[in-house]
């Protein structure tokens, strides 16, 4: 099976993740088949734009359990997508948790359908949103972002877009995406790649500052014996050893 399925119509790169007997789990496999066809984006001049969207009824469950990615490797990953000197637009019309809102925080633009919801469930299995926060605290409300963190809640496309994880939705979201994708092909290579260093300027400065620590801080949680408990409780579809 192809990781990364890949499309291409008049300037615009749609890279759709491919796992969906895996919920689009981030594996290390994924996350660099993603940085691949990424880098083949970048290098391509006939590429305005690229649209990151998803197979299945999720766009990212969040890190493969069973073969999770170097939390490195993600964040590189996540400053890839960010440093592009291209538009990303995040297409969801499914489900997102966990490390998969990280890949939303980094794109530019996204836009959601009716059916996605989303959770930063990482406290329910003994971690932390430590890497994710990377381009995401930059951008979410603040108080929205200490809710959702510390509850582990699900919310919906209305939600997302009220705290900025989201930046529209609609019932049909090809339809949402059309005039942006659109605009997107009528605008100069040259300026777009200048237009995203400035929006993004906050959001590098904080990979520049917290990328080590965050990095360091997600390990050191992943080989926690709550993390250890929290993980397997989840496979075995328990409530772990903490839960009231």
């Known amino acids: 099976m192809t990781l990364i399925e890949t499309y291409h119509e008049r300037g615009v790169r749609t890279l759709a993740l491919n796992r969906p007997d895996r919920r689009n789990a981030l594996s290390a496999p994924l996350v660099q088949a993603l940085a691949a066809a990424l880098d083949e984006a970048a290098a391509d001049a006939g590429v305005r734009a690229v649209v990151l969207t998803h197979t299945g009824s999720t766009f990212s469950a969040g890190a493969d359990l069973k073969e999770p990615p170097d939390p ?8 890839q997508i960010v440093e592009l000197p291209k538009p990303v637009v995040a297409r969801v019309t499914g489900h997102v948790r966990a490390g998969g809102l990280g890949l939303l925080g980094a794109c530019d633009i996204a836009a959601s ?10 406290v329910r299995i003994g971690v932390a949103p430590a890497v994710i926060s990377l381009p995401l605290l930059p951008r979410v409300d603040p108080r929205a972002a200490g809710r959702y ?10 939600e997302a877009v009220r705290i900025g994880l989201v930046t529209l939705a609609g019932d049909d979201v090809d339809a949402a995406l059309a005039p942006v994708v659109e605009g997107l092909r009528k605008a100069a290579p040259g300026a777009l790649a200048e237009t995203k260093k400035l929006l993004t300027a906050k959001v590098r400065s904080t990979f520049d500052r917290d990328a080590r620590a965050l990095t360091d801080l997600s390990a050191r949680l992943f080989a926690s014996a709550d993390a250890r408990e929290g993980m397997t409780a989840f496979i075995e579809r328990r409530d772990p050893a903490w839960a009231w």
């Open 72 to 79: 490195e490797a993600f964040v590189a990953l996540l400053r």
């Open 149 to 158: 963190y510390l509850t582990g809640e699900r919310f919906d496309a209305a």
């Open 113 to 122: 359908g009716p059916a996605a919801t989303f959770a930063f469930t990482e």
